[in-house]
């Protein structure tokens, strides 16, 4: 399989197989005009099998969407084909608008309007609930 190297955009890096489908649809790739490439299952040396992303267009990646799936993965920023930057994402402390409450008495569901935030509650378990019900994101 060849898959062309990108002169300007971003690729995700070190996603632990099988997570690069749900990245790609958070963090809303199918709605780009550029090419976008997910290779599923690489060997890794470092990680047995990893999943890779790479968008061949210089757009701004919500890290949070990133940390929330997969802590841990990395993010390229590549300019003129040479790497310029690299970020190790953590998970992030607040989730904002990234994933929706599932408590149909959240007032979320009743408020259109509000934003969806959840707070990580535990660090260790990958445990976000929502601030305004305590519901446990799933």
Do not use: W
């Amino acid at each position: 399989m060849n898959i062309d190297s990108i002169q300007n955009g971003v690729v995700i890096d070190h996603i632990t197989a099988g997570r690069g489908m749900k990245l790609y649809d958070l963090l809303g790739l199918d709605k780009l005009d550029c090419s976008v490439a997910i290779i599923k299952n690489v060997n890794s040396g470092k990680m047995g099998k990893k999943d890779i992303i790479k968008i061949d267009a210089e757009i701004p990646v919500n890290l949070d969407v990133i940390g929330y799936v997969d802590p841990g993965a990395t993010v390229n920023i590549i300019h003129g084909g040479e790497l310029t930057e690299k970020r190790t994402i953590e998970m992030p402390e607040t989730l904002t608008n990234v994933i929706k409450c599932k408590n149909p008495r959240c007032i979320t569901s009743v408020e259109q309007e509000l934003d969806h935030i959840f707070k990580l509650t535990d660090k260790a378990e990958k445990v976000y609930r929502c601030i305004y019900c305590e519901t446990k994101a799933k």
